[in-house]
């Protein structure tokens, strides 16, 4: 069992910039990919950013260039700093990793408002 608790949600402005973290516990050792998704109401939950392991890293196109996700595997932290914001960045922000064997695990969310 893994779990997360996610922080660093809030209401900025556009254009503004927020940093996202989230710390797992639990059986890390099983820790593969970790990764933030997000869901504007009304809408599916889709992915913002992933990266693995040894670093590499993917993106929505809607936030390449602006969104900077990254990992410290000594303290099972993931992060997703936010840049240049829009208002349709506004959202509530999931933590996601996926283990070895293939099991997902999500944090409670944390919401994201961008005012314009």
């Known amino acids: 069992q893994v779990h997360l608790v996610e922080s660093g949600g809030g209401l900025v402005q556009a254009g503004g910039s927020l940093r996202l973290s989230c710390a797992a516990s639990g059986s890390v050792w099983s820790i593969n990919t970790m990764g933030w998704y997000r869901q504007a109401p009304g809408k599916q939950r889709d992915l913002v950013a992933l990266?693995?392991?040894?670093?590499?890293?993917n993106y929505a196109d809607s936030v390449k260039g602006r969104f900077i996700i990254s990992r410290d595997n000594s303290k099972n932290t993931v992060y997703l700093q936010m840049n240049s914001l829009k208002p349709e960045d506004t959202a509530v922000y999931y933590c996601n990793v996926n283990t070895y064997n293939s099991i997902n695990y999500w944090g409670q969310g944390t919401q994201v408002t961008v005012s314009s």
């Open positions: 990266i693995t392991p040894g670093g590499g890293t």
